[in-house]
């Protein structure tokens, strides 16, 4: 069961800002007439104005929306890969939004990890030099580093693939070695910024299984960025969705695709209404079973709403 209580939460965003602006410029979020100039500038770009929302220990918290919503810049706020422009950014109880730079490594090196889209391997590197890169960097022996590159390697499915460069291996092997790189670091967090989709649909699939499966061992707390609703609903125990830098619904999947805030929501969900309803008749969608569809519960919720 999911607790609800101050202390569960693994990470907390209040009020948070992100102005990106050609100069450097004071901006007071709060002043409202600025924002609205800010809007029309073209020299300001409003990214993501006053996300508010909080990760509970050990749940996957999906950010969705279209491109250019502002998630990607909000999960980067999170290990000030992007600085914020204002609010506060709180993880396991330590507020990182205040964090002196020089404090920052530590921060991130304990409690962070992060996955990208694009693997980020270094080619000339090994599988298993790769993994470890981080653990040298923070000087661990060599025995250690070894040891954990190995069990992470192991959890992913990359076993007897150490030696490999990473060019011998496909997308999807790849993704692997960056989420093993992630894993070895054993920090309670992990962000992923769309992590599975330059990849094909079945193997997009099948790391997604992947994931769920290594978290229920793990159980660590997972911020995951996509733009693809099945993708949130298959990972997401709570999403959000983003549009134009708010969060316009927030909320189980299901009682999202049962109950959508609005059009922008509704759109996004038009489809995958319409898949459950088929296959509450009994059909079949690109050949796959509808057992598949995740969502659980949901055709009861649609059913009162409609
Ligand atoms: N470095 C930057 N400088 C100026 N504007 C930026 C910068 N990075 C992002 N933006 C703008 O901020 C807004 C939000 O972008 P962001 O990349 O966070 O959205 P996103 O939802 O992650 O989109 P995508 O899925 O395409 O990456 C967009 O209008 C984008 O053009």
């Not at 749940?59 to 914020?84: A, D, H, Q, W, Y």
């Not at 999947?253 to 995958?272: H, T």
Request: proline share 3%.
């Amino acid at each position: 069961m999911i607790h609800t209580t101050k202390a569960s939460k693994a990470l907390e965003i209040k009020d948070l800002w992100k102005v990106y602006t050609k100069k450097d410029i004071d901006i007071d979020v709060e002043n409202g007439d600025l924002i609205t100039e800010l809007d029309k500038s073209e020299d300001a770009v409003v990214a993501v104005r006053g996300v508010s929302l909080a990760a509970r220990q050990g749940e996957v918290f999906v950010i969705m929306g279209l491109s250019g919503s502002g998630k990607s810049t909000l999960i980067r706020c999170v290990i000030r890969l992007i600085e914020p422009t204002s609010g506060e950014i709180w993880v396991n109880g330590q507020e990182v939004s205040s964090l002196p730079k020089k404090d920052l490594t530590e921060f991130r090196r304990k409690q962070i990890a992060m996955v990208f889209q694009h693997y980020g391997l270094l080619p000339h590197k090994t599988i298993i030099d790769n993994v470890e890169f981080g653990l040298k960097l923070q000087g661990i022996s060599e025995k250690e580093r070894r040891e954990r590159s190995n069990v992470a390697l192991e959890r992913v499915g990359l076993k007897g693939w150490e030696n490999y460069y990473p060019s011998s291996l496909s997308g999807g092997m790849r993704q692997r070695v960056g989420i093993a790189r992630a894993l070895v670091m054993d920090t309670p967090i992990l962000l992923m910024d769309e992590p599975f989709s330059g990849l094909d649909p079945l193997i997009r699939r099948e790391m997604q299984d992947e994931l769920i499966r290594l978290q229920k061992e793990l159980k660590k707390t997972i911020f995951f960025v996509t733009h693809d609703l099945d993708e949130a609903m298959r990972m997401g125990d709570r999403m959000a969705v983003m549009k134009n830098g708010t969060i316009v619904q927030m909320g189980a999947p299901a009682q999202i695709l049962a109950n959508p805030a609005d059009e922008y929501v509704a759109r996004f969900v038009q489809d995958k209404r319409r898949q459950i309803q088929m296959a509450d008749e009994g059909a079949f969608v690109n050949g796959e079973s509808m057992d598949e569809i995740p969502g659980e519960g949901v055709m009861d919720h649609i059913s009162r709403e409609s």
